[in-house]
């Protein structure tokens, strides 16, 4: 019987970048080769491979050598029909990947950071162009989320996604909270596991998880917003003690990534350190990994939880990408389907003043009558309830101040803020309370 591929017409790939992602992905190319031309109906071939350092990617073994080259123009010929664009960089990137679709070549990109600032605009050139953008990569690395909110969920009414999405904070947070190593021994471990960005203040200023919040929440709420639209505080802020204070009262900290509907038409948006209860699934999400809280309103709650960096979980999420184009089902999805960011009207974010949650607040009291009933009748005249209060005693004797930890019921962040300005010029207090959002929902 003749092989029903030999009739069919292979589809031609150009790859830029062979760094940790593109050299998975030119490896899973080659040991997967009859599984994927089985499961697609044709054969997928490597047939251009653009990168910087031309000669260390001859010598990779991973790529045939004569395909190799440095002029990203080589890309724009007849043999390649998919650019997978995995070198990284927003302004390089938005050339390459410009250049690609003008030559009517479909894209898969793993890259966030592009996405999160121009991809309204790369879609629409896409569309134009009748070729289409893939970009299951850009965010939690082999987590299927961008696929499980663009096809899985999408019967839901999304009322809520809730993010751990940054590898390299979780590690750091984990290996603070569980091994009580420094910030800067776990970052550095972090950074030689190769879980960091190239420029590692993306990673724990917030600015990453913040651009792939911004990709998720466009496609969970049909809006359009870029990385500017999140709010966004990262881990490097971060004080130990209340790490401690958190495990003290049943709380985990993660930097969590949230968009959540505001009931009326709007979005409340941020990227910050939150406490989440012990015993919530977000809480057990521990090292690199990554997981995505979603909450919709047939399906409930449901969490996405793997790998969320690293050479196989991205190039698995990248391939899975390619597969899905050269199969013809993702490119007819794109055209058709009303769920791409340049179809989509601007974001309505609302100032996250205006957003109730619960908080956590740490002061550095006068230990001397009245400190604590000074701050409490505070919060109360700002409509704050307690939930609860801590206070441990002093540890050296002489000690003027003790740290006062306190939780609120839920109020509206606008008043905790106004209540912790008024807190902060109290004698009895020194400097500005520390406050964090407690999330329950997770
Ligand atoms: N630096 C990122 C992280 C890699 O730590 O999650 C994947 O985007």
Request: aromatic content about 6%; charged content about 20%; proline content about 4%.
């Amino acid at each position: 019987m003749p092989d029903p591929l030999s009739q069919s017409t292979p589809l031609g790939v150009g790859l830029i970048g062979l760094g940790t992602v593109g050299g998975g992905v030119a490896q899973m190319l080659t040991e997967h080769a009859g599984l994927y031309a089985k499961r697609c109906g044709r054969r997928i071939e490597l047939r251009r491979v653009v990168v910087r350092n031309v000669d260390k990617a001859k010598k990779s073994g991973l790529v045939d050598p004569g395909i190799v080259g440095d002029d990203v123009s080589a890309l724009r010929g007849d043999d390649v029909d998919v650019v997978i664009e995995v070198a990284g960089g927003v302004d390089t990137a938005k050339g390459y990947v410009e250049q690609a679709l003008s030559a009517g070549k479909h894209v898969v990109t793993a890259n966030k950071a592009l996405l999160a600032a121009h991809g309204p605009a790369l879609f629409k050139l896409a569309r134009l162009k009748g070729v289409s953008i893939a970009f299951e990569a850009s965010c939690g690395g082999g987590i299927p989320c961008v696929t499980a909110l663009q096809f899985g969920l999408m019967s839901n009414a999304v009322r809520g996604l809730y993010g751990i999405l940054n590898g390299t904070c979780n590690y750091i947070l984990t290996e603070m909270t569980q091994k009580g190593r420094t910030y800067a021994e776990a970052l550095a471990d972090a950074k030689a596991k190769g879980y960091a960005e190239a420029d590692e203040t993306l990673d724990v200023s917030g600015a990453d998880a913040a651009q792939k919040l911004a990709i998720l929440a466009s496609l969970a709420f049909g809006v359009s917003l870029t990385g500017d639209d999140v709010p966004c505080e990262g881990i490097d802020t971060l004080d130990l003690t209340d790490v401690t204070f958190g495990d003290e009262l049943g709380y985990d900290v993660k930097l969590i990534a949230a968009a959540e509907d505001d009931g009326r038409g709007g979005l409340f948006l941020s990227t910050r350190p939150c406490f989440v209860p012990k015993d919530a699934q977000l809480a057990q999400v521990h090292g690199a990994f990554n997981a995505l809280s979603v909450v919709g309103d047939a399906v409930g709650h449901v969490m996405l939880y793997g790998a969320g960096a690293g050479r196989g979980p991205t190039a698995s999420a990248v391939v899975s990408d390619l597969l899905n184009v050269a199969s013809g089902w993702y490119p007819k999805a794109f055209a058709d389907m009303g769920l791409m960011p340049d179809l989509h009207e601007p974001a309505t974010p609302q100032p996250t003043d205006d957003a109730q949650s619960r908080f956590y607040l740490r002061l550095s009291v006068r230990d001397v009558p009245g400190g604590f009933g000074r701050i409490t009748t505070i919060l109360g005249e700002h409509g704050i309830s307690l939930s609860a209060a801590l206070q441990h005693e002093a540890t050296h004797t002489g000690d003027d101040f003790v740290p006062v930890v306190i939780t609120t019921h839920r109020c509206r962040q606008g008043d905790l803020h106004a209540a912790c300005a008024m807190i902060a010029n109290l004698d009895a207090v020194s400097g500005p309370p520390v406050v964090l959002r407690i999330l329950d929902a997770t």
